[in-house]
């Protein structure tokens, strides 16, 4: 995969598929399963939480976003996130 693919999948338009990051950068960070980057029925990500403590995430260590990704396919979807690693 180019660099020129990779920004293509990673800037895909808002109306298209939200991308999982490929591969080689899920290595890199941890799990690689496609399945654990994805939230299929939206169910809170961590459901002991109520969904008004959704409304702002800090994902600190956030690899190449699993729990992003998890948290932008649930319902309610955050309002804001932000991560870093």
């Given amino acids: 995969m180019t660099l020129s693919d990779l920004k293509n ?3 895909a338009p808002a ?4 991308p999982i990051p490929p591969f080689e950068m899920r290595e890199l960070v941890g799990p690689t399963d496609e399945a654990l980057f994805d ?3 939206g169910d809170l ?8 403590a959704y409304e702002s995430v800090v994902d600190f260590g956030c690899g ?5 990704r998890r948290l932008m396919l649930q319902k309610p979807a955050p309002k804001r996130t932000s991560g870093s690693s």
Avoid: Y
Avoid at 45 to 52: Q, R
């Fill in 15 to 18: 109306n298209s598929e939200l």
């Fill in 45 to 52: 990500h961590f459901p002991d939480l109520s969904p008004e």
């Fill in 9 to 11: 999948r990673l800037l």
């Fill in 39 to 41: 939230n299929p029925n």
């Fill in 64 to 68: 190449c976003g699993r729990v992003a």
